[in-house]
């Protein structure tokens, strides 16, 4: 990923940026991360033969440090809508930057969906829901879990868990769910569909954080 410095044009960075298919990129000065221009804020401010020296005092200094969490990582880049988030010490020295692909492929190393196996998603009322049991009736059925995640809807009292599974045959674990009363919202057993399943929501989110 390329830096700019402060004697280059808006033009030289919108030419990196149409280049990687970005739309910011950081600024660094002698080793200095000095802020996050972007292709909007060049148009904007018609600095296409202008020199981003004048500007720095008005750039985002939106970073994160090299031993933040992904998850706090994807969060910035989230909620800032940013197509590279830079890395920096507190000090400020640059350390290199991330794009959205990367930050989301490693999200996607860290909850397994890349490794083999089926996903099955349950529905739980909020005041009943038991991690330990849950664990309990997968690894009974000799099944281990390589990532869970809980998402509760706005204004309801119901949790959503899915969870992906180590195997695919799990019609046995279905079953041990069901008798204990869990109501199951879906169950994916096939690697063909839980990789295509995962590759369509990835890209699909990928497209909506480029727009």
């Known amino acids: 990923m390329p830096t700019l410095s402060p004697d280059d044009t808006g033009q030289t960075a919108l030419n990196w940026m149409d280049m ?3 739309s910011h990129l ?4 002698d080793s200095e991360y000095m802020g996050l221009i972007s292709d909007k804020y060049i148009y904007d401010n018609n600095l296409p033969d202008t020199p981003l020296e004048g500007h720095l ?12 969490h992904i998850y706090e990582t994807a969060s910035a880049m989230f909620q800032s809508g940013t197509t590279v988030l830079p890395v920096a010490t507190q000090e ?3 350390e290199g930057a991330l794009t959205i692909n990367a930050v989301f492929r490693g999200l996607a190393g860290m909850l397994s969906l890349n490794e083999s196996g089926g996903i099955v998603v349950l529905r739980v009322p909020e005041y009943s829901y038991s991690l330990s049991q849950i664990g309990r009736i997968v690894e009974e059925n ?3 879990i390589l ?10 009292n119901m949790l959503n868990i899915t ?3 180590n195997k695919i045959e799990l019609l046995p674990i279905l079953r041990s769910f069901e ?3 869990y109501q199951i919202a879906v169950a994916i057993l096939d690697n063909s569909v839980v990789h295509d399943l995962y590759e369509n929501r990835f890209e699909h989110f990928l497209r909506y954080m480029n727009y």
């Open 20 to 22: 990687f298919k970005i």
């Open 26 to 29: 950081p600024v660094v000065k």
């Open 57 to 68: 005092s008005r750039l985002d200094t939106l970073c994160v440090t090299g031993n933040q």
């Open 92 to 94: 400020k020295t640059y």
């Open 142 to 144: 000799d099944v281990r």
């Open 147 to 156: 990532s869970l995640n809980i998402f509760k809807p706005v204004d309801s």
């Open 163 to 165: 969870m992906k599974l």
């Open 179 to 181: 008798r204990l009363g």
